[in-house]
């Protein structure tokens, strides 16, 4: 029964094929030096938004610009709980 709302994968010609689940588009974009990474992408029931699927097309080009950017903002986040570690 509850196959009858369940939306049909989306496969972009780029990005490959993204399923929805739980809200989210669902799906691989592969990194450099990384591999297959998971992404969740914001849509509606039938394909993702156009404007995050432009993003996830762009990431695998500029990863290797945003990888300090991405470690300043993990440190920032556990920061906080340095002193704990410490206690």
């Avoid at 509850?2 to 939306?7: D, Y």
């Avoid at 394909?47 to 996830?56: C, E, K, R």
Wanted: charged fraction near 20%; hydrophobic fraction near 35%; glycine fraction near 12%.
């Amino acid at each position: 029964m509850f196959g009858l709302f369940k939306s049909d994968p989306y496969t972009d010609s780029e990005l490959g094929t993204f399923t929805h689940a739980g809200g989210k588009w669902r799906g691989l974009v592969t990194l450099p030096g990384i591999g297959p990474t998971p992404v969740a992408l914001s849509g509606g029931r039938k394909q993702p938004d156009a404007s995050t699927l432009t993003l996830a097309r762009l990431l695998p080009a500029q990863y290797g610009f945003l990888i300090p950017d991405i470690q300043k903002g993990l440190f920032e986040h556990y920061k906080p709980y340095l002193s704990r570690i410490s206690d």
